[in-house]
C-alpha cells in the first residue's frame, strides 16, 4: 500500500504491531471479564486498527525478536500473558498496576518497543512516522464479506473466534458481487488482503496451485447458499491471511488469483501461489482493500465506509 501510494518500497516491523495487538487483547479481556478471545491471530483490520492507535516503526527499529533469536514462537509468551490476566479479569476491583505487568511480559519476550525513530535525520514517535511522515490513510480501508445468514448490503460482524474486536464494519454481499469487487480492485492496481480457508483436501499441493474439485471449478457452480452450508458445518474455517497481488489466466483460459503467503520464498513461485476463481469463491471469508478499490457501484452504495 506504501509503495501505491508513494511510489517506493519502506520496509514497516510487523512485531510492532503484533506487540500492540497483545496490549490491546488484554485490556479487552480485562474489560469483558474474560468474556473474550484472547489467543494468537487475528484478522485484516487489526493491523489497521493497531496501526491508528499505536503507529508504525521501520523494520530495523523493532524485530520482535531478543539477542539470538532467529523464529518468532509465542506459545509461552501466550501462556504467560493469559496467566497473567485470567485472575484481573476476575477481580472485583482491578488495579491499574496489571498493565505494566503485561507491557513487562512483552518486553520480556519480545523487547521493548522504541518510544522514537531517527528517520531521514528526523526523531519521530511512531505515531506521527505513521500519520504524519508516511500518511498511512487508516480511515480508508473497507472490508467485504458474504453471508446469506446476515443481511446482505448491511454493516455485520464476521462471526469468527479471531474477530476478537467484534468488528461489525464489514459489508455483507452477494458472493458474485464481492468476486466482481476483487477483480475490480486488482486490475486497477490495488493489492487485496483476504482471510481464507486454505484446510480443502490437497490445498497444499507441490504445485502451488489452488482449485475446487472439478465438478466445483464451472461456472457458477459456488453459490451463497453453498458457502453458508459449508460455513456452518465447518468445512470452511478460518484459517489464515494472505495478500492477492494479481490476476491471471491458466491455459485454458480460467482465471487464478496471485497470492503471497506467510510460509517463506520457497517453491516454484517465490513464496506466491495461485488459487482458482472458483476457490476463492468457495473458501474466501472475507477481504480488505482501500475504499477507492471498490467499483463504482458498490463504492455508492456503501457510502466508501
Not at 468445512?235 to 494472505?242: C, I, P, Q, S, V
Not at 492477492?244 to 487464478?256: A, H, P, T
Amino acid at each position: 500500500e506504501l509503495e501505491r501510494i508513494h511510489g517506493t518500497r519502506i520496509d514497516l516491523s510487523e512485531l510492532h504491531t503484533v506487540y500492540f495487538a497483545y496490549v490491546e487483547k488484554c485490556e479487552r479481556f480485562v474489560r469483558l471479564h474474560g468474556k473474550a478471545q484472547f489467543s494468537q491471530g487475528g484478522l485484516c483490520h487489526d493491523v489497521i486498527d493497531v496501526v491508528a492507535k499505536h503507529g508504525v516503526v521501520p523494520a530495523e527499529s523493532y524485530s520482535g525478536l531478543l539477542d539470538g533469536e532467529r523464529v518468532h514462537d509465542h506459545t509461552e509468551l501466550e501462556q504467560v500473558l493469559a496467566a497473567v490476566i485470567a485472575p484481573i479479569a476476575e477481580s472485583q476491583r482491578p488495579s491499574e498496576h496489571w498493565k505494566g505487568a503485561v507491557r513487562g511480559v512483552l518486553d520480556a519476550y519480545m523487547g521493548a518497543v522504541p518510544e522514537t525513530v531517527e528517520v531521514d535525520g528526523k526523531t519521530e514517535t511512531p505515531l506521527e512516522y505513521a500519520h504524519e511522515d508516511l500518511r498511512i490513510p487508516v480511515d480508508d480501508y473497507v472490508q467485504l464479506m458474504s453471508f446469506e445468514s446476515q443481511p446482505f448490503w448491511k454493516q455485520c460482524q464476521l462471526l469468527v473466534p479471531d474477530n476478537w474486536q467484534l468488528c461489525g464494519d464489514y459489508w455483507n454481499v452477494p458472493i458474485e458481487t464481492m468476486l466482481a469487487n476483487l477483480d475490480h480492485a486488482l486490475r486497477e492496481g490495488f493489492t487485496v488482503a483476504v482471510d481464507m480457508d486454505v484446510s480443502e483436501p490437497g490445498t497444499f499441493n507441490r504445485e502451488h496451485v489452488w482449485k475446487m474439485p472439478d465438478e466445483l471449478e464451472q461456472d457458477g457452480a459456488i453459490t451463497d447458499a453453498m458457502r453458508q452450508h459449508w460455513f456452518d458445518d465447518r468445512e470452511t474455517t478460518d484459517d489464515h491471511l494472505m495478500h492477492i497481488v494479481g490476476i491471471s489466466k491458466d491455459e485454458d483460459g480460467r482465471l487464478f488469483y496471485l497470492t503471497k503467503n506467510s510460509h517463506g520464498s520457497g517453491g516454484p513461485f517465490a513464496g506466491h501461489l495461485y488459487m482458482s476463481r472458483n476457490y476463492v469463491a468457495a473458501k474466501m471469508l472475507s477481504f480488505m482493500v482501500h475504499k477507492d478499490g471498490l467499483d463504482p457501484a458498490t463504492l455508492a452504495r456503501t457510502g466508501g465506509s
